[in-house]
């Protein structure tokens, strides 16, 4: 080999490391610009859906924590079964694609014909009554939350499974684990708080319901198109081009199995607990701050907005501070002691900070600011989870969906 030979080579190499760094981060800012679209359509849905279902059950609280609990239950159950099908997945990007693809059709056909069926099925076992069923009965109670829960089963299940999927394409190294996933989950956030304030002040007031969830699924379709060129563009350019090509990813997800404290895996058990204070945080201060800045559709979606702001800001601030398992650990302690702080702080400094003469828009600044804390600590903890959970690459993807 000759000496100018030599010479080139590594010049060579260093460009390809380049094109394959630059190829990634385009990857990247496309897919999180998806999933910030996906996160406006998904709240979108929430939020028309809410006002739905609150004309069924009649009352507001009893929607919320309804649709609420549909929503965080099809997560759940999407995260679960994407654990399973993860090894079978050879193209994570267009199998989102897809996913979001069946989400805009479960939204736009799937749901309203379950909604339909299910008040055929209503009057059919609580029809023929000299008067009307009081909203109080507890079958009735129970048949509209059996009703909301079959009905959402499909497109929020399918939500569940996006951001493990994700998660498989984007994440390459063990140093991207925390930083990415954070990424990740704060886009889907964000674009959740534009989705709550545009359906609350624009969509709805201006489209109505149905119109509203049509629009959320021509963003699906949207984020379609977009992560199908994403996956096209990865898979022409090879494995070795994007550095994140879909054809290299894991052929197995990695075994689990539960071991004793302080083992990483028992964060799934502290996180179940976390989760279910912290949608009890937001269905009570929901509840609480309804007395202060009203019960109306723009009151609902700039608290749910609120909440999910500081959500958001906290994964950013999360994907920043998961640089390592052990920094992950310690700012997860930290993270959860500073939410339960300042919700009772919070709720013992209300009545006395409450304005006593403001508008709509004054008193929702309040609310935002009360909660901040609470909710930016929120937001910390999935990208901090998940990184305690994962110290591979490879296992980045389960340990998001595990989390979840």
């Known amino acids: 080999m000759s000496a100018s030979t030599a010479a080139?080579?590594?010049?060579?190499?260093?460009?390809?490391?380049?094109?394959?760094?630059?190829?990634?981060?385009?990857?990247?800012f496309a897919l999180?610009?998806?999933?910030?679209?996906?996160?406006?359509?998904?709240?979108?849905?929430?939020?028309?859906?809410?006002?739905?279902?609150?004309?069924?059950?009649?009352?507001?609280?009893?929607?919320?924590?309804?649709?609420?609990a549909a929503y965080m239950g099809g997560l759940a159950l999407g995260a679960w079964i994407s654990v399973r099908l993860l090894p079978r997945v050879t193209r994570p990007v267009l199998a989102y694609a897809i996913l979001e693809l069946g989400i805009a059709a479960g939204a736009v056909v799937l749901v309203p014909a379950l909604v339909a069926g299910s008040q055929a099925l209503l009057a059919k076992f609580f029809?023929?009554?000299?008067a009307p069923p009081s909203s109080e009965q507890v079958g009735l109670t129970l048949f509209h939350l059996a009703g909301a829960f079959v009905a959402l089963a499909i497109p929020t299940t399918l939500m569940g499974a996006t951001l493990p999927l994700l998660a498989r394409h984007a994440v390459r190294e063990r140093e991207q684990i925390g930083r990415r996933i954070g990424l990740l989950y704060a886009s889907n956030?964000?674009?959740?708080?534009?989705?709550?304030?545009?359906?609350?002040?624009?969509?709805?007031?201006?489209?109505?319901?149905?119109?509203s969830i049509w629009v959320g699924a021509a963003v699906n379709v949207i984020v379609f198109l977009l992560a199908a060129l994403v996956a096209q563009r990865a898979r022409g350019a090879g494995p070795?081009?994007?550095?994140?090509?879909?054809?290299?990813?894991?052929?197995?997800?990695?075994?689990?199995?539960?071991?004793?404290?302080?083992?990483?895996?028992?964060?799934?058990?502290?996180?179940?607990?976390?989760?279910?204070?912290?949608?009890?945080?937001e269905v009570l201060w929901t509840r609480m701050l309804s007395q202060v800045v009203g019960s109306s559709i723009y009151a609902f979606g700039v608290m749910l907005a609120s909440f999910l702001g500081g959500i958001a800001l906290g994964g950013a601030a999360g994907?920043?501070?998961?640089?390592?398992?052990?920094?992950a650990v310690t700012a997860l302690?930290?993270?959860?002691?500073?939410?339960?702080?300042?919700?009772?702080?919070?709720?013992?400094?209300?009545?006395?900070?409450?304005?006593?003469?403001?508008?709509?828009?004054?008193?929702?600044?309040?609310?935002?600011?009360?909660?901040?804390?609470?909710?930016?600590?929120?937001?910390?903890?999935?990208?901090?989870?998940?990184?305690?959970?994962?110290?591979?690459?490879?296992?980045?993807?389960?340990?998001?969906?595990?989390?979840?």
Not at 37 to 46: N, R
């Open 8 to 28: 080139v080579k590594p010049r060579a190499s260093q460009a390809d490391a380049d094109a394959a760094s630059s190829g990634a981060g385009g990857s990247l």
């Open 32 to 68: 999180s610009l998806c999933f910030v679209l996906s996160g406006f359509a998904a709240l979108v849905y929430q939020t028309a859906w809410t006002r739905q279902f609150g004309l069924v059950f009649g009352t507001s609280e009893l929607a919320v924590a309804t649709v609420l």
């Open 127 to 130: 029809g023929g009554q000299p």
């Open 189 to 211: 956030t964000l674009g959740a708080v534009a989705g709550a304030l545009v359906t609350a002040f624009v969509l709805l007031p201006g489209l109505g319901l149905s119109r």
């Open 240 to 281: 070795g081009a994007s550095g994140a090509g879909e054809t290299d990813a894991p052929t197995s997800t990695p075994g689990f199995e539960w071991r004793a404290p302080p083992s990483p895996n028992w964060v799934l058990p502290l996180m179940l607990l976390s989760g279910a204070v912290s949608f009890l945080h």
């Open 319 to 327: 994907a920043l501070l998961a640089r390592s398992r052990s920094v």
């Open 333 to 404: 302690a930290i993270a959860s002691f500073a939410a339960g702080l300042w919700a009772a702080v919070a709720f013992l400094l209300l009545d006395g900070l409450v304005p006593q003469k403001a508008g709509l828009y004054a008193n929702l600044a309040f609310g935002f600011l009360l909660l901040l804390p609470l909710t930016f600590a929120i937001g910390t903890t999935y990208p901090l989870a998940v990184r305690v959970l994962a110290d591979r690459a490879a296992d980045a993807a389960p340990a998001s969906a595990r989390v979840y």
